[in-house]
């Protein structure tokens, strides 16, 4: 059962060539006990996606189309002023990319805590607590400590565990993390990932990590999703998409991936550039000018995210067969 389902989603941000969607018709589900991955070269949309799930796209951004139904809450897309308030860090815990730099400066953790309790009209305000200090605890910190510290007595990795155990603290069915692990170090980025996996079957959440990092996804995650230029080119269960990469911009970066270090921006074995919201291809496929096995209508018409085996999608026009076998034609004169 999907307890998430993302449909045609697009969003919109303002550009100095006008509005422009980083988020072009994506359709997604995350489902109940499972891990999603979310995958990507920088400024694909994955943000802009995670920020949609929240209806929390900044202005004068926008969702222009689509539906985010999210099981017991609704169309989320829909949401506003104090049923959205409450949705979020409730139903839908989230740590946003770079929040270990949005905690109060002037207040301790456990008051901050409290506030978030009090917010979302949680009765019993020391069982919070006492969650809280356990999650710290097990994700390697002094969690009465914690507890008593202002942000600034607390180092970036701490302040990125305490974002996650925020987001765990109210009891969220879905949860959403936009690399949640980037200030750590590889050590202690385990540790929090294993812990996330264990809250995550614990409670059956439906989770999303972004990452750059296929390498420490591959360790937990159960799908994988793949975005470029705004779009969902790629999705299925994550070994299956690891071992047999269906579209060449998954190929790719896994090839590259494999290679180098495991970050996806390392990936310099694929020529060109990501593209950005002004240079995106507006007809055909998103993909085209970078990939090795563009055929004719690559550029004329933009490929649908198809179910292709049983619990996979992709959006290509070249047969599966074709990619998977790894003899692309000549490269597209595009
Ligand atoms: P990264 O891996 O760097 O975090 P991302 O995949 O999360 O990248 P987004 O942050 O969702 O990508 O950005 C998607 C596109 O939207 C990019 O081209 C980005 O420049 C653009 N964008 C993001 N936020 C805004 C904004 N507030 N106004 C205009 N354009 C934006
Ligand atoms: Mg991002």
């Known amino acids: 059962m999907s307890e998430v389902r993302v449909r045609d989603l697009t969003v919109e941000y303002q550009t100095s060539a006008g509005r422009l969607p980083a988020v072009a018709a994506a359709s997604l589900d995350l489902r109940a006990g499972e891990i ?6 920088s400024g694909s949309g994955k943000s802009t996606l995670a920020l949609s799930l929240l209806n929390a796209v900044p202005a004068p951004g926008r969702i222009a189309a689509g ?27 989230y740590v946003f990319q770079a929040s270990q730099n949005s905690l109060n400066p002037l207040k ?15 009765a019993d305000l020391r069982a919070l607590l006492a969650r809280a200090k356990d999650l710290a605890d097990r994700m390697g910190m002094d969690g009465d400590r914690v507890l008593d510290s ?23 069915k879905v949860l959403i ?10 050590l202690s980025q385990a540790a929090v990932l294993d812990i996330v996996r264990t809250v995550h079957d614990e409670n059956r959440l439906s989770t999303l990590i972004i990452t750059h990092d296929i390498g420490a996804i591959s360790e937990i995650a159960d799908r994988l999703a793949v975005m470029y230029g ?21 190929k790719a970066l896994i090839g590259a991936t494999a290679r180098i270090t495991g970050d996806v921006d390392a990936a310099r074995a694929l020529p060109g550039r990501p593209p950005d919201l002004t240079t995106v291809a507006r007809v055909g496929c998103v993909f085209r000018d970078r990939c090795p096995f563009a055929v004719a209508a690559c550029a004329e018409t933009e490929p649908e995210l198809a179910v292709w085996d049983g619990d996979r999608r992709r959006a290509c026009h070249v047969e599966p067969s074709t990619v998977l076998s790894g003899t692309p034609g000549a490269p597209a004169a595009v």
């Open 36 to 41: 999603t991955g979310l995958v990507g070269e």
């Open 67 to 93: 539906s985010i139904e999210v099981a017991g809450v609704g169309d989320v897309v829909r949401l506003t002023g104090k049923q959205l308030r409450k949705v979020r860090g409730g139903e839908l815990g």
């Open 108 to 122: 301790t953790i456990g008051k901050q805590l409290l506030d978030l309790g009090r917010s979302h009209e949680v």
């Open 150 to 172: 202002y942000q600034h007595e607390l180092s970036g990795g701490m302040r990125q565990r305490i974002g996650i155990v925020f987001a765990l603290v109210l009891n969220a």
């Open 177 to 186: 993390l936009d690399e949640p692990t980037t200030a750590l170090d590889m």
């Open 230 to 250: 705004g779009r969902i080119v790629e999705d299925g269960p994550l070994l299956d998409v690891l071992r047999r990469p269906s579209h060449p911009y998954t």
